[in-house]
């Protein structure tokens, strides 16, 4: 009695394992995927809830992969083989919060060891310098403002002037002029304008680029308003 029993029940297990593997590959009914979602599965709010958790994991590890690979790509400008990194310092990563005409903040103050003359830049060019610094919040001339100027060389001549913002435009204001309008005009464009280097200011740090040597203006390849994430710098 009890050897029929056990092939009984042997023949009743090999036709429950034959008939679940057929169904799931035939996409039939399934015993064990309905016990399974009746002991496992919790019940739809639940479920709501795990999709919603998921969803903004997942949400939330993309946007700090794409932040991430953002601020990856400000290190391209130090890449830069003008730039001594030796004499530079990477003050603080910040985040562009509020744009004006001639000024924009930064989300990073003195307590993240921001001073007043550091300098702003994106991953391709200089945008501004700090002119104001408090406690988690800086606020920055932008480059392309009234009375904006600094120290500058153009890579191709080693000429040095002034980048200055004059009638609406980021001019090249060579100190020698007479010198300067002799040997350019052998040079081949466009001509790389970058920082000279003095106080604070790191030396090398692009500026922008000149593309018409009668005027001198200086075009930015990246501006403000196509700036968010920022490398705060300082000489030392």
């Known amino acids: 009695m009890k050897k029929i029993n056990i ?6 297990l090999i036709f429950f394992l034959t008939y679940e593997i057929l169904a799931l ?3 039939y009914f399934s015993f064990t995927l309905y ?3 009746i002991l496992f599965i919790s019940n739809d709010s639940q479920n709501d809830k795990l999709i919603n958790s998921i969803n903004f994991n997942y949400n939330k590890i993309l ?3 794409l932040y ?4 990856l790509k400000l290190a391209n400008i130090l890449k830069n083989s003008d ?3 030796n004499n530079l310092k990477i003050v603080a990563l910040g985040d562009i919060i509020q744009k004006e005409n001639e000024y924009f903040y930064i989300n990073k103050g003195y307590e993240s060891g921001v001073k007043i003359k550091d300098i702003v830049v994106n991953e391709d060019n200089l945008i501004g310098i700090i002119i104001q610094v408090y406690p988690k919040l800086s606020k920055a001339k932008y480059i392309l403002s009234s009375d904006f100027q600094i120290i500058s060389i153009i890579k191709e ?3 040095v002037g002034l980048s200055k913002y004059l009638n609406n435009n980021l001019v090249f204001v060579p100190i020698d002029i007479y010198s300067f309008e002799k040997r350019i005009i052998n040079i081949n464009k466009p001509y790389s304008v970058l920082t000279y280097g003095y106080y604070s200011i ?3 740090i692009p500026i922008g680029y000149i593309y018409d040597n009668n005027s001198l203006n200086i075009t930015l390849k990246k501006d403000l308003k196509n700036s968010f994430h920022t490398l705060i710098l300082r000489r030392i």
């Open 157 to 159: 001549t080693s000429w």
């Open 25 to 27: 590959k035939l996409n």
């Open 63 to 65: 946007n700090e992969l």
């Open 83 to 85: 730039i001594n990194v």
């Open 202 to 204: 790191p030396t090398g």
């Open 68 to 71: 991430n690979n953002d601020l």
């Open 35 to 37: 016990l399974f979602s």
């Open 7 to 12: 092939n009984i029940f042997c023949f009743l």
